[in-house]
Nanobody
Framework: QVQLVESGGGLVQPGGSLKLSCAASGRIFSIYDLNWSWYRQAPGKQRELVAHISTGDSTYHAEPVKGRFTISRDNAKRTVYLQMNSLKPEDTAVYYC?????????WGQGTQVTVST
């Protein structure tokens, strides 16, 4: 199994920045063996995909966050990141890290991001 621990959420003013981290541990030798995603869920809304990075290192960012959010990873630290810039109130949500690959599907516990004056 793969266990995921998230950190970096909090309260920020519109236009500010946050960097979320997802640290992996367990039965893997390299985070490059897996595909990684960030999802978010706002109150009263369905969970939506925010960004994705594949085992081949290609990336995807959803239209509402293009040019503002960036997904990346550091294999030495076994950690996946989501850099969030120019934050808007509409970005307020619980953010979840996801890992998947052969015989593996794992979710983080979620971290709250609140963008407000």
């Amino acid at each position: 199994q793969v266990q995921l621990v998230e950190s970096g959420g909090g309260l920020v003013q519109p236009g500010g920045s946050l960097k979320l981290s997802c640290a992996a541990s367990g039965r893997i030798f390299s985070i490059y063996d897996l595909n990684w995603s960030w999802y978010r869920q706002a109150p009263g809304k369905q969970r939506e995909l925010v960004a994705h990075i594949s085992t081949g290192d290609s990336t995807y960012h959803a239209e509402p966050v293009k040019g503002r959010f960036t997904i990346s990873r550091d294999n030495a630290k076994r950690t996946v990141y989501l850099q969030m810039n120019s934050l808007k109130p509409e970005d307020t949500a619980v953010y979840y890290c996801n890992a998947n690959g052969p015989g593996i599907v794992s979710w983080g516990q979620g971290t709250q991001v609140t963008v407000s004056t």
